[in-house]
């Protein structure tokens, strides 16, 4: 079973049907539908379904096309709460910009990197900006 | 200037960590070269025609004497005894060892300093006016809002892998000394109907292979809003920005496809959900940034007393008296002037200093302008706080170490990127060309008798040299293989900003002298009183300075 990075430990990834965006579109019943978001998707037919999704997959085709990470911050800017996974061919690298972008879950194409890639996550004990890890800017929390 | 609490210091010491182990990575094999690229370039490395080059940021341009001295300390250690002034205020080491950037990473940490977005697909380094504070034409001093938006942008979570690269500049002042017409945005402090400032905001400059002057997408924006805006303008080029084609990558493409009333309505409805927010600035914060740039304790001057000696100083010795008129600017604070030293000697790359220059300025800055000191996008470096009485001490003591060059404005004191000799991007070598014409054009008179011109060299298309908004640009251009230069007169980086206009076919590099002392020469014959190569340039247009430079032989 293949395994991921989910809410900061290595699990086994449920095996579930994923679909694309026009076939999730169609979907009659978007309850615990699960949809995975391409480069260039246009994502606003979400925003009304958020408490019906479960997962959110978005695709990094390159791991240097950075869409990815602004879908994650409008999806969960927007209240989206359920699984949100990025897959593909994104680097551990960049797991702590991911994750501050509101992505808790991670599918790295070579799974042996998994260890390794968790240790990524906890690189940075501060950072300036509002996130989706923290709501406030430093500047509003500078003592 | 800004000076890091525990949280800034915290950023930059676990940024370095992780590229120690980045860099750890890479040199074992378990990072591929692809992957490694970008990390390395969002942290100032790239690989260049010889070596690697490190360019590391300096903040809008400013620097302390202590962290000059540690420059200084790092060019002896890691590189060769000389640094690099950039066109956009940086620093660049053009020989470290890649095994030994994050060591370098670490000791500029241990002043306050990285090379964090000095590259890659990321927002990078802010710049602002080289005079702010002092400016005698600002409205307000633009560096708290620069510091407000380096610590917006940096190691910002969702746009580190942009389309393409994304410069923001931001001025204060009448007269636009930090090009924010030639940006990815530049932002200019400016009132409203009711006297309030706020910022102008300016979207799609650029310079590179398609040259472009910013559109206003906001006539004027309150202060609290600038980080929300900034954010929803990212995000609408992180989705929308092409990614397809990376010399169609810029923003200012976007939004020429777009139309900017059109990208303008996509900023406006990204930023509905953004406006008021949490980035939303607090007047504390705004406050607290502030205080990092206030006047220093400047010395109160019987002025007219010190004016009356400086004029007899200049008297006494022509020379000097040529430095201040050509180096130096008027002050805010009565009795003080702004002193440009210029990177620009014959013989020397442009914007080149070495280790025992930093030094020297080092003490210059700590003994003559409270410690501080700044780089210009035109790659020199300024001392802004310096009493008019000590203005003769300073100047013996630059001779001393060959930086007391007078041409600030004028003919030789180009813009010019590394270009060939050093840059794997480059079409053409760009130094040499700039001193074959320093050392044609060595004669002073004849110099400041052509008033201020601003001649700006790029090696490419990429345009690090700002051919485009010269005066006098040229670029280099590979043709089947050899080093071929084009011209382009009549840009200007100005608020009447304007890209200049190409002569016609390129030159070879041994014949850049004779061109423009033709170039030079038919501006002298047709200007009239007072007028400046631009105004000439302007009124009579193109056609007389290409009749004179293509002219056949008889």
Redesign the interface.
């Known amino acids: 079973m293949p395994k991921l990075i989910k809410n900061g430990g290595i699990v086994d990834d449920a095996d579930r049907d994923i679909l694309t965006i026009e076939q999730w579109a169609a979907l009659d019943s978007k309850t615990d539908s699960a949809v995975q978001l391409e480069?260039g998707d246009l994502i606003d037919p979400l925003f009304e379904h958020l408490d019906e999704l479960t997962l959110v997959a978005v695709n990094f085709p390159v791991?240097?096309?950075?869409?990815g990470?602004?879908y994650g911050?409008?999806l969960r800017?927007?209240g989206y709460a359920g699984e949100l996974r990025a897959v593909g061919a994104f680097?551990r690298?960049?797991l702590?910009?991911?994750s501050?972008?509101g992505f808790n879950a991670f599918q790295l194409e070579d799974e042996s990197q998994l260890p390794a890639a968790l240790t990524s996550l906890d690189?940075?004990?501060?950072?300036?900006?509002?996130?989706i890890d923290q709501?406030?800017?430093?500047?509003?929390r500078?003592s | 200037m800004y000076i890091y609490d525990q949280y800034d210091q915290k950023i930059v010491d676990e940024r370095v960590d992780q590229f120690r182990g980045q860099t750890q990575r890479f040199l074992n094999g378990e990072l591929s070269e692809a992957a490694f690229l970008p990390l390395r370039l969002q942290n100032g490395l790239y690989v260049q025609r010889l070596a690697p080059m490190l360019r590391i940021a300096v903040p809008y341009g400013l620097l302390s004497s202590t962290q000059l001295r540690k420059l200084a300390e790092i060019t002896r250690t890691y590189d060769k005894g000389y640094a690099h002034v950039s066109t956009r205020q940086n620093i660049q080491l053009n020989w470290p060892l890649l095994e030994e950037v994050p060591d370098i990473l670490a000791d500029l940490a241990s002043v306050q300093m990285h090379a964090i977005q000095t590259s890659g697909n990321c927002i990078r380094n802010t710049t602002t006016d080289q005079f702010a504070g002092v400016a005698s034409d600002e409205l307000e001093d633009p560096r708290p809002y620069c510091e407000i938006v380096r610590q917006w942008s940096t190691l910002h979570p969702e746009f580190a892998f942009l389309p393409r690269k994304f410069k923001i500049a931001v001025c204060g002042t009448e007269e636009d000394r930090a090009a924010i017409h030639s940006h990815d945005i530049g932002l200019e402090l400016v009132p409203n109907a009711d006297g309030e400032i706020g910022f102008k905001v300016l979207v799609g400059g650029g310079l590179g292979r398609t040259p472009v002057i910013g559109s206003v997408v906001c006539e004027w924006l309150e202060k609290k809003h600038l980080l929300t805006y900034l954010e929803a303008i990212l995000r609408v080029y992180n989705q929308h920005g092409r990614r397809d084609n990376k010399y169609k990558a810029r923003i200012k493409i976007l939004v020429k496809a777009m139309g900017v009333d059109d990208f303008r309505e996509a900023v406006a409805a990204e930023w509905v959900s953004l406006k008021d927010g949490p980035s939303t600035l607090t007047e504390e914060e705004i406050a607290r940034a502030k205080t990092f740039f206030t006047r220093p304790a400047y010395a109160q001057f019987d002025s007219e007393a010190s004016a009356a000696a400086l004029a007899t100083q200049k008297e006494a010795d022509p020379i000097f008296g040529n430095w201040v008129k050509r180096n130096t600017v008027a002050h805010q604070i009565s009795g003080y002037r702004a002193v440009t030293i210029s990177l620009k000697a014959t013989g020397f790359a442009p914007g080149d200093i070495t280790d025992e220059q930093l030094e020297l300025l080092a003490d210059l800055a700590d003994q003559h302008s409270f410690g501080e000191l700044r780089t210009t996008h035109q790659q020199n470096i300024v001392l802004a706080d310096v009493e008019q009485a000590s203005l003769y001490a300073l100047w013996q003591k630059l001779q001393g170490v060959g930086l007391a060059t007078a041409n600030i404005g004028y003919l030789t004191d180009m813009i010019c990127c590394p270009g060939g000799d050093y840059c794997s991007l480059a079409n053409a070598k760009s130094i040499p060309v700039a001193e074959a014409i320093q050392t044609r054009f060595d004669d002073l008179d004849y110099m400041y008798d052509l008033g201020p011109i601003e001649v700006n060299i790029s090696g490419c298309m990429n345009a690090c040299g700002h051919h485009h908004i010269g005066h006098i640009g040229i670029l280099g251009v590979d043709k089947k293989g050899q080093e071929f230069y084009q011209v382009c007169l009549g840009g200007s980086q100005s608020k009447e900003a304007a890209i200049g206009k190409i002569l016609g076919p390129s030159f070879r590099q041994q014949d850049m002298p004779d061109v423009m002392d033709k170039i030079l020469s038919t501006y002298v014959d047709l200007r009239s009183e007072e007028e400046n190569f631009l105004e000439t340039y302007r009124r009579v247009g193109i056609v007389p300075f290409k009749e004179r430079v293509y002219a056949k032989a008889d």
Do not use: H, N, V, W
Not at chain 1, 135 to 140: A, N, Y
């Open positions: 480069p791991f240097t096309d950075g869409r990470f602004s911050r409008e800017e927007k680097i690298d960049q702590d910009y991911l501050r972008c690189q940075f004990s501060e950072r300036y900006q509002a996130d709501p406030q800017p430093l500047f509003r500078r």
